[in-house]
């Protein structure tokens, strides 16, 4: 009898309890409260390891692992093992969020190449036309843009790796999110033997 008593009582105080736990009522609870800022974002991160393959991200060895502010990429396909073969990436994108609100207006934001940087730029890589001025566009009503980059095959020496490391400046309105304002991006160009 004591133990139906007590399945009793935690059916029905159970949920009075567990209200307490609940968010805040309505959607205002989920809402971004923080300042608007933009940063980059790796989109590719958590994709499965075959599928970044056949788009020419590297996946191995681990030096080339991305992580959320890095990529390491190849202009050429090429076999990396007997039973390994990666595509080639002729272009590749970077992408660019907004933290906050859409606008109803497009928006500017402004980015640089540091120059650190041992990609050289016209060599290694170029920047699509629309971001020659290092700049890249949020379209309206949208909370993403995208940096298009176009590595050069052969631009480096065989087996060799070279490094963007692109920086966000923000504009007068917006500024960058210091976590999240550097994007590394690797340009790995295959030995005469990888090449297919």
């Known amino acids: 009898m004591r133990k139906l008593f007590n399945y009793a009582f935690l059916l029905l105080a159970g949920p009075f309890l567990l209200a307490g736990c ?38 191995s060895p681990a030096s080339t692992v991305q992580t959320d502010s890095s990529r390491t990429i190849t202009p050429r ?3 990396l093992n007997a039973t390994t ?24 934001v402004n980015f640089e190449v540091v120059s650190t940087s041992t990609a050289v730029k016209g060599t290694d890589y170029t920047f699509d036309a629309r971001h020659a001025n290092n700049t890249v566009t949020i379209p309206a009503n949208s909370s993403q843009g995208y940096i298009l980059i176009r590595p050069i095959a052969g631009g480096s020496a065989p087996g060799t790796t070279k490094r963007i490391i692109l920086k966000l400046t923000g504009n007068q ?5 210091p976590n999240y304002d550097n994007f590394y991006l690797s340009i790995y160009q295959p030995t005469t033997e990888q090449q297919l």
């Open 85 to 108: 073969t990666l595509g080639a990436r002729t272009v590749d994108s970077v992408l660019v969020q907004l933290v906050g609100p859409q606008r109803s207006t497009e928006t500017v």
């Open 22 to 59: 609940l968010p805040e009522e309505g959607e205002e609870a989920l809402k971004y409260k923080g300042p608007e800022v933009v940063e980059f974002k790796n989109q590719y991160l958590g994709v499965l390891s075959t599928v970044l393959q056949s788009k020419g991200i590297l996946t």
């Open 77 to 79: 396909a090429y076999r």
């Open 173 to 177: 309105e917006l500024h960058a999110s």
